[in-house]
């Protein structure tokens, strides 16, 4: 059975940072792109960026670039991101999950809180 | 990286057929053939109910179809369920390499 499961979600104040993983079983990670979407409270999915096999291609939503990472550890199965200068309008529910262009599989989700 | 149009909802009557659009422009809806559809449930992950325009993974219904004309994508559900009752989320690859979802629409069976 595939299982995605996120951690790291927390509360955090305005400019600090946070580092979400994904843990991936069920599926060899090193062979998909896998991404990370986001959901504010009450809103709607948002792609957030998404990183290619061997993490040679990144990609970012214009409201993150410069202030997120994506990286991966194809030997420990897992997908990370790194969230700098963190702002309110971050807070959301952050889902990983396989693939680039759909996504088959997604994690649980982990709640990242930004408030003083 | 506009979001997608979608209508906000939706209803339909148990049994009957609800189609729900999704609009978007030639650099990412019309230029690809990369529109996937999600359903979402309150408290729950997304589901992918339709893959690259038509195409259903393993396990959905053949009661969810998918077709695109121009910049706009739909989703028709035929035979609607109880359980049908969710959100449904499109989304699609850009010219720039990104993804792009949806507002959202929120079906209601009545």
């Known amino acids: 059975e595939v299982q995605l499961v996120e951690s790291g979600g927390g509360l955090v104040q305005p400019g600090g940072s946070l580092r979400l993983s994904c843990a991936a079983s069920g599926l060899t990670l090193s062979s998909y792109w896998m991404s990370w979407i986001r959901q504010a409270p009450g809103k709607g999915l948002e792609w957030v960026a998404t990183i290619k096999q061997d993490g040679s291609e990144k990609y970012f939503v214009d409201s993150v670039k410069g202030r997120f990472t994506i990286s991966r550890d194809n030997a420990k199965n897992s997908l990370y991101l790194q969230m700098n200068r963190l702002r309110d309008e971050d807070t959301a529910v952050y889902y990983c999950a396989k693939g680039a262009t759909s996504s088959n599989y997604w994690g649980q989700g982990t709640l990242v809180t930004v408030s003083s | 990286q506009s979001a997608l149009t979608q209508p906000a909802s939706v209803s339909g009557s148990p049994g009957q057929s609800i189609t729900i659009s999704c609009t978007g422009t030639s650099s990412d809806v019309g230029g690809y053939k990369y529109v996937s559809w999600y359903q979402q449930h309150p408290g729950k992950a997304p589901k992918l109910m339709i893959y690259e325009v038509t195409n259903r993974p393993s396990g959905v219904p053949d009661r969810f179809s998918g077709s695109k004309s121009g910049n706009t994508a739909s989703l028709t559900i035929s035979g609607l369920q109880a359980e049908d009752e969710a959100d449904y989320y499109c989304?699609?690859?850009?010219?720039?390499?990104?993804?792009?979802f949806g507002g959202g629409t929120k079906l209601t069976v009545l």
């Open positions: 989304s699609s690859y850009t010219s720039s390499s990104t993804t792009v």
